[in-house]
């Protein structure tokens, strides 16, 4: 049974479209005898905003979902030989995936479309949920690694003292060359941070490189997920990764740059700016405002962050 209106806050009446939140998209999802219908872009995060509510779904109704979708569209972020489905691979509440593509290329335009036509008070991801009558029991995306591809990871890390540290210093709304969080704060931190742990950098495979003093492992989406699981913490900007870090509950610090984000939030749709923290960050993560830096403030916090997260697993630098 849906929510009621009133409940959350949540009427339809405050949404972007005419038309009824989520409404082309669940008549698709009937059309092909499909349980949902999920977006495939325009950004790996959008698609992981739904990965939480097909679980929540399958949950409720006691049985694995067969999904409309098609294969894994960003407008960056992939490389040559990428999985199609990488977000929905070894997830046991998918039963099977209709390639909507093969059927009709304007069902996933129109469900592309449709994926903000909601209201824009919660969590993106309780955004969702609630068109579709559940409450998430995690405001985290829902990802699955196989035995094999964790593994992997432990395997290809083994070399690097713990506790190692995920760094993500890109993003679609990461700072410009000209902001001081672009570069020059990046290699400042990096060297307090050598001091406590290994320094895991990941990027864009041919784009994404600063120079920092980090060890860098060029990966797909799939290989990526891999590396942020197996890591003790996860430091970077608002992207993809800090979701991915978030599903994985690997304690994180997310930095968020306002001008940017304003910029981008505002080219989709006039009001989605002023939001945007509450509609795509995590209260369980530490998310910091690249705003009033004064005297290497961001830097000493993060820093005093990395030592109160080390001091609670008990961890120290080995070697």
Same mark, same amino acid.
């Given at each position: ?44 995060g959008n698609v992981l ?38 977000? /929905? ?64 990871? *432990? ?30 704060? /990046? ?7 050598s001091e406590k742990g ?57 930095? /968020? ?55 609670? *697993? ?6």
């Amino acid at each position: 049974m849906a929510l009621p209106d009133s409940e959350s806050g949540t009427s339809g009446a405050h949404c972007f479209l005419p038309t009824p939140p989520f409404a082309e998209t669940k008549r698709l999802a009937r059309k092909y005898g499909c349980d949902i219908a999920v977006p495939n872009g325009p950004g790996i995060g959008n698609v992981l905003m739904f990965t939480r509510a097909v679980e929540e779904l399958a949950r409720a109704s006691g049985r694995r979902l067969k999904i409309l979708t098609a294969p894994l569209n960003p407008s960056v972020g992939l490389i040559m030989g990428e999985e199609p489905y990488p977000l /929905w691979k070894e997830n046991p509440f998918v039963s099977n995936i209709v390639n909507g593509d093969e059927l009709d290329r304007s069902a996933i335009i129109n469900i592309n479309k449709e994926q903000d036509n909601v209201v824009q008070f919660g969590h993106m991801i309780e955004n969702i949920c609630f068109h579709y009558g559940i409450r998430p029991r995690n405001i985290r995306p829902s990802l699955f690694l196989s035995n094999q591809e964790m593994r992997w990871a *432990i395997d290809q890390l083994a070399d690097l003292p713990r506790p190692i540290i995920c760094l993500h210093p890109y993003g679609t709304s990461s700072p410009l060359p000209d902001h001081p969080w672009n570069t020059h704060k /990046w290699l400042q931190l990096c060297g307090h941070l050598s001091e406590k742990g290994s320094l895991l950098e990941l990027g864009k495979v041919g784009s994404d490189n600063k120079k920092l003093p980090t060890f860098r492992k060029n990966t797909n989406l799939r290989e990526m997920m891999a590396l942020v699981w197996a890591s003790d913490m996860f430091i970077g900007f608002d992207s993809s990764i800090a979701h991915v870090a978030t599903a994985f509950q690997i304690p994180a610090i997310v930095l /968020w740059e306002p001008h940017q984000k304003l910029f981008i939030e505002e080219r989709w749709q006039v009001g989605f700016a002023p939001a945007a923290l509450s509609r795509w960050g995590y209260p369980q993560n530490k998310n910091i405002f690249l705003l009033g830096d004064r005297d290497d403030a961001i830097v000493e916090l993060i820093r005093s962050w990395v030592d109160e997260k080390l001091r609670s *697993i008990g961890a120290k630098r080995q070697g």
